[in-house]
């Protein structure tokens, strides 16, 4: 069976930073890449990051650029998102999901992350 299991997530003060991991089996982990994606109640979900299947490629959305950073192990078949100076407006669900092709995607459960005072 194929499963994300996302950790990582919590209760932090601005300014504060996070690693999110997600955890993946029941498929080639290595063939798939990796995004994070993120979504605030009534907001649309939001691309955060993208990583190939060997690590060679990381991208991030432009208004994530600088405090966030992907990365990947694939012995661990793990993929991480470490988020630096963090903002209440980054208070969201964060979601991992594989994709090997456009008809192969799947998705984790979600951890929350709310930045607060």
């Known amino acids: 069976q194929v499963q994300l299991v996302e950790s990582g997530g919590g209760l932090v003060q601005p300014g504060g930073s996070l690693r999110l991991s997600c955890a993946a089996s029941?498929?080639?982990?290595?063939?798939?890449?990796m995004r994070w994606y993120r979504q605030v109640p009534g907001k649309e979900r939001e691309l955060v990051a993208v990583i190939s299947s060997t690590g060679g490629y990381k991208n991030y959305a432009d208004s994530m650029k600088g405090r966030f950073t992907i990365s990947r192990d694939n012995a661990k078949r793990t993929v991480y998102l470490e988020v630096n100076n963090l903002k209440p407006e980054d208070t969201a669900v964060y979601f991992c999901?594989?994709?090997?092709?456009?008809?192969?995607?799947?998705w984790g459960q979600g951890t929350q992350v709310t930045v607060s005072s």
């Open positions: 999901s594989a994709q090997g092709s456009a008809t192969r995607i799947y």
């Open positions: 029941g498929f080639t982990f290595s063939n798939y890449a």
